[in-house]
């Protein structure tokens, strides 16, 4: 079935540093792609998304892009501020706005 | 419109007791979700409706776990006979043709 793996936590930055967070998928056919993320105490919001391969998503300062040759969909910032703070968590849909299927989280911390 | 309301926020019962949560959806949204999260990993999906029609359900649910969506509107989901390992974080979902919008969750906790 359709899984997602992504970069284990806790991942803790100063401010203004570069973050990647990793994730990799296992789908049977052509997912779309998301990352959603979680501040303390709030839903969860989405972040990105990708429908296609060699789409990038991009927003808030955060980018994404599908690679269907390494299966992959890694976030980055090259500037994260305190804000930033929060889990986030790639996920996976083999149609789009169906159900999804998650990774574990990934929970940053930056630090001013 | 505010988004995805759920109540209660929090819930506490003893274990073999039943409990129900409420999911308001955007109003316009057709579709609704069900997903349960536990700590340390990632949301799971449990059921999804289109309209009034519940159109799957996960082997997660089981026949403990009911859901329903009359009207087409709001959703309960209900757990009957609770037991310690149903404690998570369930979260409600809406969309219209596209794009998710989450409720902030009922974290439930039996003991």
């Known amino acids: 079935g359709d899984s997602v793996t992504q970069m284990e936590g806790p991942v803790t930055l100063s401010e203004e540093a570069f973050l990647t967070i990793n994730c990799t998928y296992t789908a049977t056919g052509y997912p779309s792609l998301f990352w959603y993320v979680q501040y303390p105490g709030e839903g969860l919001q989405l972040l990105l998304k990708a429908t296609k391969a060699d789409d990038k998503g991009s927003n808030k300062g955060f980018e994404a892009t599908y690679r269907k040759e390494t299966t992959s969909f890694h976030l980055e910032k090259g500037s994260v501020q305190v804000s930033d703070s929060a889990v986030y968590f790639c996920?996976?849909?083999?149609?789009?706005?169906?159900?999804?299927?998650f990774g574990a989280g990934t929970t940053v911390t930056v630090r001013a | 419109d505010t988004g995805v309301s759920q109540n209660p926020r929090h819930k506490i019962t003893k274990r073999g007791q039943n409990v129900t949560f409420r999911c308001d959806p955007i109003s316009e949204h057709n579709r609704l979700y069900w997903y349960r999260q536990t700590l340390g990993q990632g949301p799971e999906f449990l059921t999804y409706f289109q309209n009034e029609a519940q159109l799957e359900k996960s082997r997660l649910l089981s026949d403990r776990f009911s859901a329903e969506r009359p009207k087409g509107s709001f959703s309960t989901l209900e757990i009957q006979r609770t037991e310690q390992g149903d404690s998570a974080m369930y979260l409600c979902?809406?969309?219209?043709?596209?794009?998710?919008?989450f409720g902030s969750g009922t974290r439930l906790t039996v003991v």
């Open positions: 979902a809406s969309s219209p043709e596209r794009g998710y919008t």
């Open positions: 996920a996976l849909s083999e149609r789009n706005d169906y159900k999804l299927s």
